[in-house]
């Protein structure tokens, strides 16, 4: 019976079938383990964000600009790894109208007036207004009044402006990272060193300032200096959150008083260099204040002053980390 019946056997298929079917097979293999990789977070990790970058990371949609890998802080950088930029120079939109919202703003909210008699809510609407076509320097006083909140209510009226939601002002932090604005970075610094609307971290805090330092910020230039007056690395031990980098910390505040008149900024280094020697890093709040509950037991009151000076520590739970060199994106 066997005999009768036709044997079976595979198709015939020529080399040019089989190379094509080995081709679907690896392309379909290698799509596969990609949308592997992906899902299990193995793909290859985004270099370290710095300074030095083109700001392309933050054109992509993700991660946020407030989990974006940093360099840790490094108070040993020599000072000629350091390049002055100065934020002030950013150039302003040319636009006379724009520039006259932002000066009324301005007008409205004078220390020249009784507090009363400051219109914060108006102040407000200018800035967003200037600030949505681009204003950058409207976008931070915006920024800052959202964040702190600022006004009374008077006989005058209600001139009062509540602290805006934390989401609100990280989200709107971020627009500005997002275009490159300086200070802006050094406000999400301030939000890690609060926990305000992220994960608390004194490392991203500080790391954050360093960047913002690096791309022009004043206030971050000035932050960092606060920490590098000592005269000797002996000393470290002694003042922990401090460093004996003295030819940085000059370099720094050189660059931020850069923008002023000749004869004025002069006088600003040196007053500046007396006055962050004598308060050192500025006030000292209780670690309730400064610090989240869950980071509490980290933290412990200010040291008593030393005899030799009027210096004031920050806490040690705003200290960054001496171990770090690379900080991974945020959660």
């Known amino acids: 019976?066997?005999?009768?019946?036709?044997?079976?056997?595979?198709?015939?298929?020529?080399?040019?079938?089989?190379?094509?079917?080995?081709?679907?097979?690896?392309?379909?293999?290698?799509?596969?383990?990609?949308?592997?990789?992906?899902?299990?977070?193995?793909?290859?990790?985004?270099?370290?964000?710095?300074?030095?970058?083109?700001?392309?990371?933050?054109?992509?949609?993700?991660?946020?600009?407030?989990?974006?890998?940093?360099?840790?802080?490094?108070?040993?950088?020599?000072p000629s790894a350091f390049s002055c930029r100065q934020a002030a120079q950013r150039p302003l939109p040319e636009s006379p109208a724009l520039q006259a919202l932002h000066e009324e703003g301005l007008a409205l909210t004078s220390p020249a007036l009784w507090p009363n008699q400051r219109n914060w809510p108006r102040a407000l609407q200018l800035w967003r207004?200037?600030?949505?076509?681009?204003?950058?320097?409207a976008a931070l006083m915006w920024l800052q009044t959202s964040y702190t909140g600022a006004g009374v209510q008077g006989p005058n009226g209600d001139f009062r402006v509540p602290p805006a939601p934390q989401e609100t002002v990280v989200a709107y932090t971020e627009q500005l990272m997002r275009q490159g604005v300086a200070d802006a970075f050094f406000w999400m610094g301030e939000?890690?060193?609060?926990?305000?609307?992220?994960?608390?971290?004194?490392?991203?805090?500080?790391?954050?300032?360093?960047?913002?330092?690096d791309l022009g910020s004043a206030k971050a230039q000035t932050q960092i200096a606060t920490v590098l007056g000592l005269g000797f690395k002996d000393m470290e031990p002694d003042h922990p959150g401090?460093?004996?980098?003295?030819?940085?910390?000059?370099?720094?505040?050189?660059?931020c008083a850069a923008p002023m008149p000749r004869a004025m900024g002069r006088q600003a280094l040196s007053w500046g260099v007396i006055w962050i020697q004598m308060l050192g890093v500025g006030i000292c709040l209780p670690p309730t204040q400064t610090c989240p509950p869950s980071s509490a037991p980290r933290c412990k009151s200010c040291m008593t002053p030393p005899k030799t000076g009027v210096r004031m520590r920050l806490e040690r739970c705003l200290w960054p980390s001496r171990q770090a060199k690379h900080l991974p994106m945020g959660t």
């Open 129 to 137: 207004q200037a600030a949505d076509q681009g204003h950058w320097k």
């Open 191 to 213: 939000f890690h060193k609060q926990g305000y609307g992220v994960k608390f971290s004194a490392d991203r805090a500080w790391a954050f300032w360093e960047l913002a330092a």
């Open 242 to 255: 401090q460093w004996a980098n003295i030819p940085l910390r000059y370099a720094l505040l050189r660059c």
């Open 1 to 78: 019976m066997s005999a009768h019946m036709p044997s079976k056997s595979l198709p015939v298929r020529t080399p040019a079938v089989r190379w094509a079917v080995l081709a679907a097979l690896s392309m379909a293999g290698s799509a596969f383990a990609g949308t592997l990789l992906e899902r299990l977070h193995l793909s290859r990790p985004t270099p370290p964000f710095t300074a030095l970058s083109d700001l392309a990371l933050l054109s992509q949609p993700k991660p946020l600009p407030r989990n974006i890998n940093l360099n840790a802080f490094n108070p040993r950088r020599e």
